[in-house]
């Protein structure tokens, strides 16, 4: 989506044309069926497992609907336009999550479902103080470098001495009192945010300046600063926490931004042309990636590994898989967390796995639509970075456990285990919420352009 032709396309009739709905009762059906769903898949796993209902099943129920109520009845008041099919989608993720999560608490006698739907009712809480405090999304425009600064700093606290905390070899954790936190979860919407605004001063440079070259118009050397930088601070967090995840997913999330923002095919290649050296340079160097590196070319050097346990549970699910409570998802290490995807393709199978990957697409297309439809150009560039982020991550995790690309270390959003993870991944949810509320809301009568409102028109100049 190019941004001159996404402004295009909110200014032309067609666009105006599509009547204002608030789709609030859209919403309530879509949340009844997406708990239905939720309560189907957690009473099922018992059922499968140990042949009875789960004595907990009223009380899962009843947490649920009021989370869930909770987040619907503040959208009602604080976002009436709001896109109706967003919340539904993220409750049927998260209702997915818990049930394999409680499914491998049962395998292994933990009790990480009532952590995680703790955690859930934390992030609902975020989810509503983002949707009261954010009244309008421009507002976050308004300190680019200083949401840049206060991104990086998130990511390296982590390296200080006394908070810093490695788990399996990364160190991206703080200790908050009795509870452990990754920062970069956080770091990950900031930064977005900050992109988004840097981006919306600096397109019309970084898209009409440059030479043409076998077809693809290339950019300025001194145009090639702000991904320079990305990709350095990319390749530091890389060798300096050790995790190879995050790395990746900001540098990407980032070149699409710039893709977004200038239209400009150059931008991807030279994207992909760094990743490629930086992924070299760190196979080479960095010995957790070069690990990784080696069970991505043959998983089964060890057969008890991560990955050759996922292969295996993936095909031992085969097309419809085990169902739910009847395989052994347990086999696989920190399967509730970083492999939960391996364990919903063995008990739903490749069928079920399919699904859900075509939830995560469909809440991605719907922050998307939003970037198309807002009026404002730092609007559309959070959208699509908040959207492509989000479906960048589901693609490299997802890629990792089936063996596409190697293992990153990333959390699947809303379905792993993690505090972190899914409380900030509702507040990414707020923001498209917020955004698409921007997106849909009628157009006010008056003629007086807002002061916050970018509606110049974009002047096309060649720079040679």
């Known amino acids: 989506m190019s941004l001159d032709r996404a402004r295009a396309r909110s200014e032309a009739p067609a666009v105006e044309a599509v009547a204002p709905r608030r789709g609030r009762g859209t919403e309530l059906i879509l949340l009844i069926f997406a708990i239905g769903i939720a309560t189907f898949a957690y009473v099922s796993v018992d059922l499968g497992a140990l042949g009875r209902v789960p004595p907990n099943a009223l009380a899962y129920l009843g947490g649920l609907s009021v989370a869930t109520a909770i987040a619907h009845v503040v959208i009602r008041i604080r976002a009436p336009y709001a896109d109706p099919v967003i919340l539904p989608i993220v409750v049927t993720l998260c209702g997915l999550g818990l049930a394999m999560i409680h499914r491998i608490d049962l395998a292994r006698g933990t009790t990480h479902a009532t952590t995680q739907l703790t955690w859930m009712a934390v992030g609902v809480a975020l989810f509503v103080a983002v949707l009261i405090v954010v009244r309008d999304h421009r507002v976050l425009s308004r300190l680019p470098y200083l949401a ?39 770091a990950k919407i900031i930064l977005i945010i900050a992109f988004a605004a840097y981006l919306v ?177 730092f609007g559309k560039l959070l959208a699509a970075g908040l959207a492509a982020g989000f479906f960048l991550q589901v693609f490299i995790v997802l890629g990792g456990v089936t063996r596409l690309i190697p293992l990153t270390g990333l959390t699947t959003p809303f379905l792993s285990l993690g505090g972190s993870s899914l409380v900030m991944n509702w507040v990414l949810v707020a923001l498209l919420i917020r955004l698409s509320d921007a997106a849909r809301r009628p157009t006010p009568p008056s003629s007086s352009p807002s002061p916050l409102t970018d509606t110049a028109v974009t002047q096309v100049v060649r720079i040679r």
Not at 293 to 309: C, E, L, R, S
Not at 315 to 330: E, F, I, K, N, V
């Open 148 to 186: 840049g600064l206060g991104g990086l700093l998130l990511l390296v606290l982590p390296l200080l001495p006394v908070i810093g905390h490695s788990i399996r070899g990364a160190r991206i954790w703080i200790n908050v009192g009795p509870m452990t936190f990754q920062p970069g979860e956080a």
């Open 201 to 377: 001063q600096t397109r019309d440079a970084l898209a009409l300046a440059g030479r043409r070259f076998l077809g693809v118009d290339l950019p300025r050397a001194r145009d090639l600063g702000p991904i320079l930088l990305v990709w350095v601070g990319a390749l530091g967090i890389l060798v300096v926490q050790n995790d190879l995840g995050p790395s990746v997913l900001l540098f990407g999330i980032f070149v699409l931004m710039i893709y977004v923002a200038t239209e400009r095919i150059s931008w991807i290649i030279l994207g992909l042309l760094l990743i490629l050296a930086g992924g070299f340079a760190a196979n080479a160097v960095v010995s957790h990636v070069a690990e990784r590196v080696d069970y991505w070319m043959d998983p089964f050097i060890d057969p008890t590994g991560q990955v050759a346990q996922s292969l295996y549970g993936l095909a031992y699910g085969g097309l419809l898989g085990t169902g739910l409570g009847q395989g052994r998802p347990d086999l696989t290490p920190i399967a509730e967390s970083d492999f939960i995807g391996s364990a919903l393709g063995e008990e739903l199978g490749l069928t079920g796995l399919i699904a859900i990957i075509l939830l995560y697409a469909l809440l991605a297309s719907r922050g998307l639509r939003a970037g198309l439809l807002l009026r404002d150009p």
